[in-house]
Every structure is written in C-alpha cells, then in structure tokens.
C-alpha cells in the first residue's frame, strides 16, 4: 500500500509515522508513506495556498488549483475509475464536515492499493476538491482541529497495523475494540479468547497475580477456556453498557448477552 499524504506543513510528520506500526510496515516492504508539500504547486512568489472565501466570513480557505495540480502530479486513475472500482485507490479529504472515521472505514481504506489523503487547514478547503477531486470526506471525531494533520497521522495507523503481517500476531487485530468479525456475527462472540465483535475490549491482566493487594479475577486463572470466555465477554459488555451504550445497538448480542444486560440494567435502576 501507499499513502500519500498532502499538507502545508510536510515536517509534522517526520515524528508521529516513524515509530511503531507504521515505521515496521514501512520497514518490512508492506506500505509507503509519502509527504506532499502543498506549497510546491504554487506559483507566486509567496507560494499562496488560500485565499478569503466568497461571500465573506471569517479566516481563509485553502484554493483548489494548488490541490488538483498536486494530485494530478501523482498519476491517479481518474476519478470515474476510483469511483466505479476499476482501481484500487481513493483520495480521502479530511475536515470536520466528514463522515466518522471508524474500525470498518479502516478496513476497508486497508485492502486499497494507494490512498491519498488532503490535509485542510484554516477554515476549510473550496469546496470543489470535495465534489470533484476528493472520493470520500472523513472526520476523526466531533471536535474541530487546525488541520487535518493529526487527522491524517491517525488513520494511516489505524489502517496500516490491518495490513496482512503488519502487527506480529494477526489473530490480535481481530479481537480488539469495534472491531466487527462476519464469520462470528452471527453467533453474538467469540472464540476461547472472545473477540470483541463490535464491542469495547474486554479487560486484560499480566504478571504478577496479585499487585498491592489486588488481584486477578480467579476465572482468568482458572485454565477452563469457557470460562475464560465468558468472563471476557461479560467484562466486554458491561464496559461497552458504561462508557459506550451506543455501541450495543449494533452489536450482535446472543440470548446470554442480552439476559447478561439486563440484569446489569436493573442492578443500576
């Protein structure tokens, strides 16, 4: 896979996508990142990339012919072609007016062959990279930032750890947190270690048993795998119940789950 990533400000990601996940799938021939200086496809001497909107308003909004010059130099498909999956590619636009980013986003954006991602700054960006340049339109979460930077650093984690030997175990990748598994969707859960088919992760623990007086939940030391997954299970949806409720309307949840949330929703009144 390759990500292109344009930006005005191409140092920001000198740090964020050098460690971890990202240096590894670099390091191991499975993806390439490269950074795109907005300013390069400007042609007066300030090397202006924005300019006031029309119609008035406060702050600038990036110009579009810095930004399909950019692209065009990239040797994309056409934008018919992206948009029929004639080619594995997408050009992605990252503002606050995008749709949410989530897991299934990102798995989806990993089995393209080269992603394009367009940092906006200041107010937003005209209005014609979004209707006739970018493909898709994705935010990070309901807050606003300067830029799509960190945006941008975010998702390329997020998708490039998916990437077919990017993270050392593989099976990991699919019992973590929103994470949705088809094959198991139907069944509400889960192998012996229960995968958390759309839910908030289970709780983990290491070494040693008992720290400062508190210790393991004996189910997870008691070597029944059954047992094991139900706990995980339990544990999975009662903190899913606490911190994100809204994610139990989507999830498959099984006859014991659901006798499980009940009796959670009855304890609380």
Not at 65 to 80: D, H, I, S, W, Y
Not at 144 to 167: N, Q, Y
Not at 235 to 257: M, Q, W
Request: with cysteine; hydrophobic share 40%.
């Amino acid at each position: 896979m390759k990500a292109d990533i344009v930006t005005i400000f191409p140092d920001f990601f000198h740090g964020p996508l050098d460690y971890g996940i990202t240096r590894r799938a670099q390091e191991m021939g499975l993806a390439k990142i490269a950074v795109h200086d907005l300013r390069g496809y400007a042609h007066d001497r300030h090397r202006t990339v924005d300019d006031r909107p029309f119609g008035g308003g406060e702050g600038m909004v990036l110009k579009p012919e810095p930004l399909f010059e950019c692209l065009e130099a990239m040797g994309l498909a056409p934008r018919e072609e992206r948009a029929a999956g004639r080619v594995s590619q997408s050009v992605v636009l990252l503002s606050a007016q995008g749709k949410r980013f989530t897991q299934k986003v990102a798995a989806e954006l990993a089995l393209l062959d080269r992603i394009v991602f367009i940092c906006g700054r200041y107010e937003g960006v005209d209005e014609r990279v979004s209707e006739f340049l970018a493909d898709r339109e994705l935010s990070i979460g309901d807050y606003v930032l300067s830029g799509g930077e960190i945006a941008a650093a975010v998702i390329v984690e997020a998708v490039m750890r998916l990437l077919p030997g990017a993270v050392g175990n593989e099976a990991s990748t699919q019992q973590e947190s929103f994470t949705v598994d088809g094959k198991e969707k139907s069944l509400g859960g889960a192998d012996s270690t229960c995968g958390s088919n759309g839910l908030l992760d289970y709780p983990h623990y290491t070494r040693p048993a008992e720290f400062r007086g508190i210790a393991v939940p004996e189910e997870l030391l008691s070597g029944n795998h059954e047992e094991i997954r139900r706990w995980r299970r339990r544990r999975a949806l009662e903190k899913t119940f606490r911190n994100r409720p809204d994610l139990l309307e989507g999830a498959a949840l099984s006859k014991e789950d659901e006798k499980f949330l009940a009796g959670i929703k009855d304890d609380r009144g």
